[in-house]
């Protein structure tokens, strides 16, 4: 086969138009947290059916956040999945909580919800569903679970008081404008995280955003404040607040965090989000393609759009049916050679070092073993040309009939 020039796995798509906006930003003086984040937040909210919506540097932080925000410590428990990057469970550590992890369902990349009603204790205060490659999870499922084990749960903080089950925070990383019965991700969960990453679908470089659905019992400003404070070290003011001239006293009302986003950042997002209905079109565009051309081959992919849900077309996750993880690996290799970048989503949280020393084994997860032994991911970004696609496909096809 004639070598082609090299795909990459996710570049950026970065137009004229961010590179303006951030110009924009660098020349405005304000290159930190001030207009640009806050215009964001704005537009961010109404994209996803929410009344507010916090920025931060990354997912990673709204998720540690969200569970500081919740009152989840020493002693609390939180449910997520096995099949997952670290990120969907290191906050819970970094809180104080113990992680609880959970197979996925077979045949499945998300959560098998009858296990999360199995891990319930008296002690689980939220649940982490992961919407992995851009796909929502079953969430009436997951909320008719939590409804039936709500007899275990008790509310040790204020936000936990405004319900009366165990809390859903979900892990959006992937799902910015997903929808799943027609509801935008932000609007599903209780609390739910994005990222704007670099290999995000959305992009700032780095970043995240929360947000959360409207409900009695929850002041929102106040949750807004909370959320800045957090991110910006405890001080009662910000950089924007402080420019008004003698405006410089401000106070420090506990030892925080410093996870705020930049308004470099934000300029990035602006562009991004108005562009993103294009750029979910492509996605789409691209995912067909990929599905029509393996639907001949002994392959199994992540379903992206039924009745039910729309995807926002991250990740194409393809099972090689039949396949070790050596023969895996192997196929990775080969398509390398032909100079194509793929992917594996993902190594399982029980595989790792740090989670294998929390005593975790990958034996007792067997449905998500069996989903990453034979996965790989292609390259699915809206760089990628339809001459491209073909290329790939026509590799693919060589390698798994031969």
Known sequence: ???????????????????????????????????????????????????????????????????????????????????????????????????????????????????????????????????LGGVMCDYDRLYQVLEEKKSLYTPNSPVQAAFDRVMVLADS?????????????????????????AVKNLTTAEGGALTWIDRTGLDNPALYHE????????????????????????????????????????????????????????RRQIIEMYDEGLKDLPVTSLVHYTDTYESSGHLYLMRIDGYSEQQRNAFIAKMAEANIATNVHYKPLPMHSAYKKLGFKIEDFPNTYKQFQNEVTLPLHTCLKDEEIRYLLQTIRSLLTR
């Open 1 to 131: 086969m004639e070598l082609h020039k090299p795909i990459p796995f996710s570049p950026p798509d970065i137009t004229q138009e961010e590179i303006d906006e951030v110009v924009d930003a660098l020349r405005s003086g304000w290159i930190t947290t001030g207009p640009k984040t806050k215009l964001f937040e704005k537009h961010l909210a109404a994209f996803c059916n929410t009344s507010t919506v916090c920025c931060l540097n990354s997912a990673t932080a709204a998720l540690e956040l969200a569970l500081i925000l919740m009152g989840i410590g020493p002693g609390d428990e939180v449910i997520t999945s096995a099949y997952t990057y670290t990120a969907s469970c290191s906050p819970i550590i970094h809180v104080g909580a113990t992680p609880v992890l959970v197979d996925v369902a077979p045949d499945s990349f998300l959560l098998d919800y009858d296990a999360v009603g199995r891990a319930i204790t008296k002690k689980t205060k939220a649940v982490i569903p992961v919407d």
């Open 173 to 197: 990383a992937h799902a910015i404008g997903a929808t799943y019965k027609g509801k935008k991700a932000g609007e599903v969960a209780d609390f739910t995280a994005f990222s704007f990453h």
């Open 227 to 282: 959320l800045q404070l957090l991110s910006l070290h405890g001080q009662s003011k910000d950089a924007l607040a402080k420019t008004k001239f003698g405006a410089w006293e401000y106070d420090i009302v506990g030892p925080y965090y410093k996870c705020n986003m930049t308004d470099i950042m934000a300029a990035l997002g602006l562009v991004q989000l108005k562009r993103y209905p294009e750029i979910l079109k492509r």
